[in-house]
């Protein structure tokens, strides 16, 4: 079965330093993966996705992610961090047999950017 | 293009009465998600579209919850006989799949949050 993990409950960083995400997944096959934000009392937006090609993908907000097929990681990454980048962060898998194209999310990490 | 919108934003309701929350997915948009948030959590699929046809139910689907896409646009999510174990999010998302090619992410609404008292 599919299935994702995000080892950190929370993440803590101050503004201007580098920040990481981290994310391990399990699937069959070259797994689809994604970043999603949430912020309070919104959906979840869209970051950025890894589907083939370069293992490092570039999304919104300054916002990348490297996939690491190896250790079957997706972390997410951006240089510098910024106080409006706290909120909730999701990764999600799609395995590629799937027809329905369902994502398979991990329990999300709550980032802290402090002042 | 506005977004996937839903309503109604918040709903309460008292154990035992039934809920219905409406989807408005992008206009071109042939898929729709249900997905379901308890708090601290992710999302969990519920069940999808292709147009008007539901094609996969999740096992959390009880024979209490139905959805419908009757004209292949917006989407309705039906909780009969609500349980207090039902209080969550309900998070709608669409995309654009076409054969060969189509949009790989999916598209959030805001979400309706259901308070089962």
């Known amino acids: 079965a599919q299935s994702v993990a995000q080892p950190e409950d929370q993440v803590n960083v101050a503004e201007g330093n580098p920040l990481t995400v981290k994310c391990t997944y399990s699937v069959s096959g070259n797994p689809y993966l994604f970043w999603y934000v949430q912020y309070p009392n919104r959906g979840l937006q869209f970051l950025l996705k890894y589907i083939t090609g370069d293992n490092l993908v570039k999304g919104s907000y300054g916002f990348e992610a490297e996939f690491n097929k190896s250790q079957t990681s997706f972390h997410l990454k951006k240089p510098s961090a910024l106080v409006s980048d706290s909120a909730l962060y999701f990764c999600a898998v799609r395995a590629p047999m799937d027809s329905s194209y369902k994502l398979i999310f991990g329990s999300g990490t709550r980032l802290l950017v402090r002042p | ?117």
């Not at chain 2, 379901?36 to 996969?56: C, H, K, V």
């Not at chain 2, 292949?72 to 799949?97: H, K, P, W």
Request: with cysteine; proline share 4%; glycine share 8%.
């Open chain 2, 1 to 117: 293009d506005t977004g996937v919108s839903q309503d109604p934003r918040h709903k309460i309701t008292k154990r035992g009465q039934n809920v219905t929350f409406r989807c408005d997915p992008i206009s071109e948009h042939n898929r729709l998600y249900w997905y379901r948030q308890t708090l601290g959590q992710g999302p969990e699929f519920l069940t999808y579209f292709q147009n008007e046809a539901q094609l996969e139910k999740s096992r959390l689907l009880s024979d209490r919850f139905s959805a419908e896409r009757p004209k292949g646009s917006f989407s309705t999510l039906e909780i009969q006989r609500t349980e207090q174990g039902d209080s969550a999010m309900y998070l709608c998302a669409s995309s654009l799949i076409m054969a060969g090619w189509g949009s790989y992410e999916q598209y959030f609404g805001p979400g309706t949050r259901l308070t089962v008292t």
